[in-house]
């Protein structure tokens, strides 16, 4: 008879509302938001309160050259390959409580419950802390997932400033060194062997879960992103003095670009997200002509034949919207859609089938680290409601019986990809 039922029985809903509500203290804005910036002192905070919950249940604390965390629940064959389960711990700015932080306490959650079930697995099962999924501080995101998938090199980044100037290079340095009692492992496929699975918990982000009336997202794929920068030069004058016919007013030449650009990603069916999420001008003085205007791109489509063209037609049409400015347009992130392995996705389903909770299977309009391991080894996620489909906002919500759902089915996935 299998012991995995004691191990679901064992997920702990208040144990793991409680360490939600724990780490969202740290970082905590108005209207019970979270603004945790990855690399910061809040960061830190949080992976310590983690760690300290790892080791208190005997798990193995590692950390790799990006920072990405990993906390191990050893097998009975402890030289297989593992099963990865995890998410983020960095937030949006204007951020909740449960994008990222609740796929590594779910992940916890899961592994502690199948150690006080008495579970043993063949395979290790590591949690994973990925650094800088969300990419609100250094853009892009996923930066530990790509890094560790060796999508990208692990100094790519390097450069990459923040709001106040800091880089990314300069920051993962710190941020290491102020880990540096932590046993430091080798960088993912880069430096050793792929892992056998990966699973990752994340609330749902949209509002079909929650419109269905049913509880588990079965995740079978991941919508493509691009992102790009577009950096437009012109040049300061006197705003009361000097005519328009004369300006280089980098301003408006933004304004007309975003106005090319939302023609070109027009979609009548509305599948194609198109954002402008970040303007920065310069000298940014209400009476001077801003010399320099810079704004973000941030593109999706889960058909790579849309994708593809639309980004690659972006910097030609900034370049011919331009009325007197210079551009320069920059790609910045490139995910192609994704489509999981079926192994994860049925086991995921099986596993909600068989606890009586009611799964759908879907794909996920945001992006996850899990995109950067579908490549390495069969990979899915597990998606619980929010309400009304928010998130990246402080009302995102989700119920701790619905977190406890996703908790118990990522404890039985994870038994079953372990002992195969
Ligand atoms: C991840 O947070 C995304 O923007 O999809
Ligand atoms: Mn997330
Ligand atoms: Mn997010």
Request: hydrophobic share 40%; charged share 20%; with cysteine.
């Amino acid at each position: 008879m299998s012991v995995v039922p004691n191990a679901v029985a064992a997920v702990d809903e208040a144990r793991q509302w409680d360490r939600l509500m724990q780490m969202a203290k740290l970082g905590a804005i108005p209207g019970e938001g979270v603004n945790r910036a990855c690399l910061t002192d809040l960061d830190r905070q949080a992976r310590r309160l983690l760690i300290g919950w790892a080791q208190g249940i005997g798990l193995t604390v590692s950390v790799d050259a990006l920072g990405n965390l990993f906390l191990r629940h050893e097998g009975t064959a402890p030289g297989l390959p593992p099963v990865l389960t995890g998410s983020h711990m960095d937030s949006q700015p204007n951020g909740g409580r449960f994008d990222g932080i609740w796929g590594v306490l779910a992940g916890l959650e899961a592994v502690q419950a199948l150690r006080e079930a008495g579970v043993a697995t063949k395979r290790p099962i590591e949690v994973v802390a990925w650094t800088n999924e969300e990419g609100g501080r250094f853009a892009p995101g996923c930066m530990g997932s790509m890094a560790y998938a060796g999508f990208r090199p692990a100094d790519t980044w390097d450069a990459v400033t923040d709001g106040e100037g800091l880089t990314f290079g300069d920051e993962l340095r710190k941020h290491l060194a102020l880990e540096a009692d932590i046993p430091r492992r080798g960088l993912g496929v880069v430096e050793g062997p792929a892992p056998f699975a990966y699973v990752e918990c994340h609330i749902e982000q949209g509002p079909r879960l929650e419109r269905g009336g049913l509880d588990i997202g079965v995740v079978e794929g991941i919508q493509g992103s691009r992102w790009f920068l577009v950096e437009i030069a012109g040049r300061t004058d006197h705003a009361g003095t000097t005519p328009l016919r004369l300006r280089q007013d980098a301003v408006q030449d933004m304004v007309r670009a975003i106005a090319a650009l939302n023609v070109l990603t027009h979609d009548p069916d509305d599948v194609l997200r198109f954002t402008v999420g970040r303007i920065e001008v310069s000298p940014n003085s209400s009476n001077t002509v801003a010399d320099r205007a810079r704004f973000t791109i941030d593109l999706r489509h889960p058909d790579k034949d849309v994708l593809l063209p639309r980004g690659d037609a972006v910097e030609a049409t900034v370049k011919a919207a331009l009325a007197t400015c210079t551009a320069t347009v920059t790609e910045r992130f490139h995910a192609l859609p994704s489509r999981f392995d079926p192994m994860v996705p049925d086991t995921v389903e099986r596993a909600a089938l068989a606890q009586g909770l009611k799964p759908l299977r879907l794909s996920s309009g945001a992006f996850h680290d899990a995109q950067f391991l579908a490549p390495l080894c069969p990979s899915g996620m597990i998606f619980v409601p929010c309400r009304a489909g928010v998130s990246h906002h402080p009302s995102e919500y989700s119920s701790p019986r619905q977190l406890a759902a996703g908790a118990r089915v990522l404890t039985a996935a994870l038994a079953a990809l372990a002992n195969r």
